[in-house]
């Protein structure tokens, strides 16, 4: 692969030579250039000896992209959680995980979970006033804090995420996000639905881990 690589570069250099010299003797006479050759020899030097100097087709390398945040190329802010067996990451699957959940931490996300149920009871008032960025603001506050504290708890000490309470959590996500994006459209009769349905998986998820 280098040999053919010096090789290009030599017949490359050959071929500038050749052009040169061809561009030289044109013209009237041989002593004289005029102007327009010269630029004309310029332009071929400059356009030959980087060719010369770029890489080859075989030593170059493709470059590597990353979409959304997944693939072999340089991935954005997000995807510290792309890998879910990070063993240092409170977002892993629990594969080899040094952090561990400890009765001391699930008391505070009880309690920091309480005060994300306290937080979204205002959005009925925000849907009522029709108010988008009031509505938003409420739930961008809290909706990030209630999945992460419900799914720590639905887990328990025990790391258990099959269990009915963790599959809960997801739909009570998936509500939120739904209730958020009717009120950016102003869909105000469905966010009163989605309202009722999200208190309604918050309860049934409530019984199910005695929370």
């Known amino acids: 692969m280098a040999r053919a690589s010096r090789t290009s570069k ?20 041989n002593d004289f250039v005029q102007p327009t050759r010269r630029e004309a020899a310029a332009a071929a030097a400059a356009a030959l000896l980087a060719a010369a ?24 802010a997000y995807s510290q959680n792309d890998n ?8 892993s699957d629990g594969t080899n ?7 001391d931490i699930l008391d505070k996300k009880k309690a920091e979970l309480a005060k ?13 006033a029709k108010n988008p960025m009031k509505l938003n603001t409420c739930l961008r506050g ?8 419900m799914e720590a708890i639905s887990k328990g000490l025990a790391e258990d995420r099959s269990n009915a309470a963790f599959a809960k959590t997801r739909e009570v996500a998936q509500k939120l996000g739904e ?8 869909n105000w009769p469905q966010c009163d639905k989605d309202y009722a ?4 998986l918050i309860s049934e998820w409530k019984q199910m881990v005695a929370f």
């Open 142 to 149: 809290s909706a990030f804090y209630i999945k992460s504290d």
């Open 53 to 76: 100097g770029a890489p080859g087709a075989a030593d170059a390398r493709a470059p590597t992209i990353s979409v959304f945040g997944f693939g072999s190329g340089m991935s954005d």
């Open 197 to 200: 349905e999200v208190q309604g």
């Open 10 to 29: 030599s017949m490359l250099a050959l071929l500038l030579g050749a052009t040169l010299t061809q561009l030289l003797r044109s013209g009237p006479g």
């Open 116 to 128: 994300g149920f306290d937080a979204i009871e205002a959005a009925p008032g925000f849907i009522q």
């Open 179 to 186: 209730l958020g994006a009717h009120g950016r459209a102003k």
């Open 84 to 91: 879910p067996t990070n063993p240092y990451s409170q977002f």
């Open 97 to 103: 995980a040094v952090y561990k959940l400890t009765q």
